[in-house]
């Protein structure tokens, strides 16, 4: 976490030099300008102490903090993609980018007449949300049978064993979101 402009802030509101601050905080000077000029985070350690040596706490180095804002996150659609496949008649589509740092995966599932994808069972405390965009599907999910088509979706703990399989004469798609990520 960055607090090098805050901390900037707050040391040039108050007259005091990076040495100054150096000394009463006992955290390097050196260390002190790389943080300042966000090279580095520090250790909360450091933390602590340059609020101190500033008399204010802590809390008020991480105010105002804006980091990069990863709130909003567009792929379009010449984007590249990562497609994997399930077996032959079926594959599946992360629809987002750096799926590992994300709470949630959205994917796109297309099943050929007739295919299936592969079985599998998430981690415990993982559940699965699917809609049908297009065809007819059998969701198999610990060895019960749910037909879902067009239109439908279904909701549920991931971490039994379950499968998709198109029953229908087109192929499916599936719009698919687990959380949390588990590849």
Not at 77 to 89: P, T
């Amino acid at each position: 976490m960055y607090i090098g402009r805050k901390m900037r802030e707050i040391r040039q509101a108050q007259n005091i030099t990076l040495e100054q601050l150096s000394e009463k905080s006992g955290v390097q000077i050196a260390t002190l300008s790389r943080i300042e000029n966000l090279r580095m985070v520090g250790t909360l350690d450091s933390h602590i102490a340059i609020a101190k040596a500033l008399s204010v706490d802590v809390t008020q180095l991480y105010a105002d903090i804006v980091t990069k804002d990863n709130r909003v996150e567009i792929k379009t659609e010449k984007a590249d993609k990562d497609v994997f496949v399930h077996s032959d008649k079926s594959s599946f589509e992360i629809l987002t980018s750096k799926a590992l740092s994300k709470k949630m995966m959205p994917t796109m599932i297309k099943i050929e007449p007739k295919g299936a994808t592969n079985k599998e069972q998430n981690n415990y405390g993982s559940e699965k949300f699917i809609y049908i965009m297009e065809g007819k599907v059998e969701v198999v999910i610990d060895s019960k049978t749910y037909p879902i088509a067009k239109g439908n979706t279904l909701y549920f703990d991931s971490s039994f064993e379950h499968y998709f399989k198109n029953v229908g004469d087109n192929l499916a798609k599936i719009l698919c979101v687990v959380t949390p990520v588990s590849l």
